[in-house]
T-cell receptor
């Protein structure tokens, strides 16, 4: 039972390079989220997708784009990476946007931008 | 602006001690407050609280919400080294799946 799977787990980029973080869930959840976690700042929402075909900005969307490819997959793209985007990224899913319960998290992707 | 604040930010205790972690919030359209435990990787769900004054309990962990004071506490009794983790508090808002997280409390339990 995989739950939420993120790839890659680790990535080192140079400033200005682009990359895409992939996320897939096998729980038939409608809503999916991308968070970043920085020391002392908890988790901050980058983008979310309430349902297939919709996306919306969170607290810190600048420098990122997302694609909800289908119900299972939600990708996060950094078009031109900056050192300020060095962070641990978590993908999460929930049953629906009405949110009656918990978020299920992937194991995280550690990104370093040099 | 919505805000969730946890205290203390870090805590070191010895096995067997009891700890209390605090979470306060200023959030419009409050729906629920959740506690997560994060060890090395993904946060794992502990509790969700929606009603004031009703304690939720799981083993040595318990939590309660005070909507009047806009706060919640997480208690851990008879701590063990396996309780060492970051404890995250998050608030959910009505009609949205977004969660607003606090900074987290890092708990270290020494043998």
């Amino acid at each position: 039972n995989a739950g939420v799977t993120q790839t890659p787990k680790f990535q080192v980029l140079k400033t200005g390079q682009s990359m895409t973080l992939q996320c897939a869930q096998d729980m038939n959840h409608n809503s999916m989220y991308w968070y970043r976690q920085d020391p002392g700042m908890g988790l901050r929402l980058i983008y979310y997708s309430a349902s297939e075909g919709t996306t919306d900005k969170g607290e810190v969307p600048n420098g990122y784009n997302v694609s909800r490819l289908n119900k299972r997959e939600f990708s996060l793209r950094l078009e031109s990476a900056a050192p300020s985007q060095t962070s641990v990224y978590f993908c999460a899913s929930s049953e629906n946007e009405g949110f009656t319960g918990e978020l299920f998290f992937g194991e995280g992707s550690r990104l370093t931008v040099l | 602006e919505d805000k969730v604040v946890q205290s203390p930010l870090s805590l070191v205790v010895h096995e067997g001690d009891t700890v209390t972690l605090n979470c306060s919030y200023e959030v419009t359209n409050f729906r629920s407050l959740l506690w997560y435990k994060q060890e090395k990787k993904a946060p794992t769900f502990l509790f969700m609280l929606t009603s004031s004054g009703i304690e939720k309990k799981s083993g040595r962990l318990s939590s309660i919400l005070d909507k009047k004071e806009l706060s919640s506490i997480l208690n851990i009794t008879a701590t063990q080294t396996g309780d060492s983790a970051i404890y995250l508090c998050a608030v959910g808002k009505v009609n949205t799946g977004k969660l607003i997280f606090g900074q987290g409390t890092t708990l270290q339990v020494k043998p």
